[in-house]
């Protein structure tokens, strides 16, 4: 039987996720494996999950469906419950399960440009990916961080997953905010953080989740650059191994086609 897996989100013709898990596919050996990207809006998700067969081995999700499928999962992982976003649906044994591969694509982007301890940090808008940015930070050992927001008063739900965190959050707004820190992350849309890049020259390094185009105008004279393209590439390793159950994804594999994409795209 053919396996299925896609990318569900509302905009998502533009995802490079169908390059990197048919690029792994290939490298794994898995001709009888197809992966899509699919429009869907949050109205459409209960009855697009309703509707799947037994083929179907996971769905990838981007905006703004990481929240919204909470009430169609049967179980869900300790750190998708923790930073309430799920990019990922395994389907297995007939049940649903949610789990989060945004918080492993971050740490491992930052690792790999070398940030791995760093003493503060300021996340730039407060929707799913700053939820998850929250959870990297944890992980690589804060216990306190900014978080920029247009306004305060919306940002109860995200506020909420740095209590159940552990992580001590203040809040700014944009037109207040200092990016004298050692690492400014930017969770922001294409576009919407440019206005801040000379305050983001003042941080040590800066990772913006945008990938394309790249590189972005608030990267433009940071210090130290990450983006979006790296996490990107680790979330989706991570989502490879759990839905076909492979030990270690391609990633190099993975990498290499990504690039070669954006390339081709022109970004």
Known sequence: MMRRAAVLGFPVTHSLSPVLHRTAYEALGL???????????????APFVAGLGPEWAGLSLTMPLKRVVFPLL?????????????????FRDGARHGENTDVHGIVRALAEAGVSRPRSATILGGGA?????LGALRELGLDEAVLVVRDPARAGETLA???RLGLSVRTQTFDKFDAEVDLLISTLPSGAADAFAGVATRA?????VVYSPWPTM???GARKVIGGFSMLLHQAARQVELMTGST?????EMRRAGEAELIRRGE
């Not at 040590?204 to 913006?208: K, M, P, T, Y």
């Open 31 to 45: 001709t009888g494996w197809r992966y899509d990207a699919i429009e869907c809006a949050e109205d459409g998700l």
């Open 74 to 90: 049967d179980t869900v992982s300790g750190l998708a419950v923790q930073v309430g976003a799920a990019n990922t649906v395994i």
């Open 129 to 133: 990916t700053a939820a998850s940015a």
């Open 161 to 163: 997953v740095a209590d």
């Open 204 to 208: 040590g390094a800066v990772f913006d």
């Open 218 to 220: 608030l990267v433009s």
């Open 248 to 252: 270690i994804a391609p990633v190099e």
